[in-house]
Nanobody, 118 residues
């Protein structure tokens, strides 16, 4: 049973920063592409960012490019999302997801809430 556990969400003012983490204990983390996906209130899922297995290639949605940074520590089985210059439209439930044997998005965490508000 693969478990992905997000943390680091919270309430932050516009322009502020947060760092999300996604722990994946007991998982072949270093062999999996990893992603961040978010869901704003009343909206569908929005892909935010992805990183390849070694961490050398990263990808971002246009809406977060230049403000968010994805990274991973394969020794710690942990994925990160550094979020800077946060906007109200970044308010969402943030999920980490991982590649698995059946699809690019086989495994999901429970999500961590990010609220950007003054």
């Amino acid at each position: 049973q693969v478990q992905l556990v997000e943390s680091g969400g919270g309430l932050v003012q516009p322009g502020g920063s947060l760092r999300l983490s996604c722990a994946a204990p007991g998982f072949t983390f270093s062999r999996s592409w990893m992603y961040w996906v978010r869901q704003a209130p009343g909206k569908g899922l929005e892909w935010v960012s992805g990183i390849n297995r070694g961490g050398g290639s990263t990808y971002y949605a246009d809406s977060v490019k230049g403000r968010f940074s994805i990274s991973r520590d394969n020794a710690k089985n942990t994925l990160y999302l550094q979020m800077n210059s946060l906007k109200s439209e970044d308010t969402a439930l943030y999920y980490c997801a991982s590649e698995g044997p059946n699809s690019w998005y086989d495994y999901w965490g429970q999500g961590t809430q990010v609220t950007v508000s003054s």
